[in-house]
């Protein structure tokens, strides 16, 4: 992690000269840093996964929502910073914290000891019945192999691809529909309020449906939940222009989303051990970036045809 962490200023640098435009340099500064990101977060799944086989929903969860929540910590001071100083200096500042925080924190991170697989065994005899645990280790090639993994992997591209179209297209639904001038409360607009809390619940979904998940069984977790997320989007499509019903809608498409996030690596160090399971999952989560190639562009793409959100 602390390697990872290390490539991270040349990713803040390279963005500086992506675009002299500040409008565009955000659209296209965040993909520059994208692989350090990615080895961060791979990392702290092999970590997680590895060592709690009996609570991996929940841990997986806990960890994943400072990834998630924590963006809500950080919207003010770094919009302070980029009102006062501009974005480069945000970059900049907060790159340099966050690579303090993250090489000091990975110093106390330690791989299982080796005697610790005959515990682990021991432990996942404890896990809920409803929790299918693979027995042998899969390679990366193994599980590539299985059609299970492709099944998972579609399923992530697309649910992926709705929240992330949810998170891309927010705020030009509420601007179409004006509910974005709304004051609602405390001075807060309704698109401001709706994305405080969206990114909130986003954040805490993952350990709550990472710990149900433990009860009651990944796949059981997953049918709920992005099934309840499907009927959430539909009823924001019908209160777009109603602004407390809006925040209310988009907060719970997002809390019936984030979840993914925890569900899915949990899964994947079930039904393919734990000694590969950074690596594995790493595979697994480039459906992310699959699904981030057509939903935001297609979102756009086709509202602009369809002169309306409904289709999309």
């Known amino acids: ?31 520059a840093r994208r692989p350090a990101v990615l080895v961060r977060r791979r990392r702290r799944h092999r970590r ?23 963006a809500a910590l950080s919207v003010a001071p770094i919009d302070s910073v980029i009102n006062h100083a501009g974005w480069r200096a945000a970059f900049f500042q907060f790159g340099i914290i966050q690579g303090i925080i993250v090489i000091l924190a990975a110093l106390f991170l330690a791989a299982p000891p080796e005697g610790f697989k005959a515990t682990a065994a021991a432990i996942v ?18 599980m590539l ?7 998972m992997y579609v399923m992530m591209v697309l649910v992926g691809g709705g929240g992330l179209m949810a998170t891309a297209q ?12 709304v004051v609602v409360m405390w001075g807060l607009t309704a698109l401001v309020l709706a994305l405080q809390i969206d990114r909130v619940l986003n954040g805490i979904t993952r350990p709550i449906w ?6 009651i069984g ?4 997953m049918f709920i939940a992005f099934g309840i997320q499907g ?5 924001l499509l019908s209160v777009l222009d109603k602004p407390v019903a809006f925040i209310i809608a988009s907060g719970a498409a997002f809390f019936f989303w984030g979840e993914m996030y925890s569900l899915f690596p949990a899964m994947v160090g079930d039904m393919w051990g734990r000694k590969y399971a950074g690596t594995n999952y790493g595979l697994m989560y480039t459906a992310k970036g699959v699904a981030s190639i057509w939903a935001g562009p297609l979102a756009a793409y086709m509202f602009e045809v369809q002169k309306g959100w409904h289709t999309v």
């Open 1 to 31: 992690m602390a390697r990872g962490q290390i490539r991270a200023p040349a990713a803040h640098h390279g963005r500086r000269g992506a675009d002299r435009d500040q409008l565009g340099g955000r659209l296209h500064r965040p993909n």
């Open 48 to 70: 997680r996964l590895k060592w709690f086989p009996d609570r991996r929903g929940l841990t997986a969860g806990l960890v994943a929502a400072g990834f998630g929540a924590g």
């Open 125 to 142: 005899k404890r896990v809920s019945k409803n929790v299918r645990q693979a027995s042998v280790d899969s390679t990366p090639a193994e």
């Open 145 to 151: 192999r299985t059609p299970h993994f492709w099944v």
């Open 170 to 181: 927010l705020g030009p639904i509420a601007k179409s529909t004006g509910v974005d001038k």
């Open 210 to 215: 990472g710990w149900i998940s433990d009860q």
């Open 218 to 221: 990944r796949e059981n977790s």
């Open 231 to 235: 009927v959430a989007i539909l009823w």
